[in-house]
């Protein structure tokens, strides 16, 4: 059964550092935002699926296996950890270096959580998108973070 997770579309995994964020206006925060996110580049197509490598817990070896389980078994609270665009994680680097530029306008100039995630979260058609899929697949949408990066589902 190890195997069958490691070939899954969304493998349950995440484990996600929690981001200290203060209060600044969006007026604020001139240079380091990200240009205009593109939506996703192609329509959704169930039969392409990769596997990611690094996906997998450490303790899901064969040695761990203890079987199948029933179809019906619940599993609450997987995690899917999504990742930012090259561009907007290049925004984001560059915003995270103004914070601690004395001649930066952002210098100390703190996102509070809903800021950061529209700012540098990725876009809300893609974001729409995959939890319409999740669902679509029979999955609860339990929490979309407000950083937009990671969905409990």
Do not use: C
């Not at 609450?76 to 561009?87: A, D």
């Not at 700012?119 to 893609?126: K, L, W």
Request: proline content about 8%; charged content about 25%; cysteine-free.
């Amino acid at each position: 059964m190890i195997s069958k997770f490691r070939s899954a579309p969304f493998p349950a995994v995440a484990l996600v550092a929690a981001l200290a964020l203060s209060f600044v206006s969006f007026a604020q925060l001139t240079e380091a935002r990200p240009q205009e996110r593109a939506p996703l580049r192609q329509r959704w197509d169930d039969s392409r699926r990769i596997t990611l490598a690094g996906n997998t817990r450490p303790e899901a070896t064969p040695e761990n296996d203890r079987g199948p389980v029933p179809a019906g078994f619940p599993m609450e609270h997987m995690l899917l950890q999504l990742k930012r665009s090259p561009e907007n994680e290049q925004a984001l680097e560059a915003y995270l270096d103004e914070l601690s530029d004395h001649t930066s306008p952002n210098y100390h100039h703190w996102l509070t959580a809903n800021e950061f995630g529209e700012t540098y979260g990725v876009a809300e058609e893609d974001l729409r998108a995959v939890t319409d899929w999740l669902t679509s697949q029979g999955f609860t949408i339990n929490v979309i973070y407000p950083s937009r990066m990671l969905i409990d589902f």
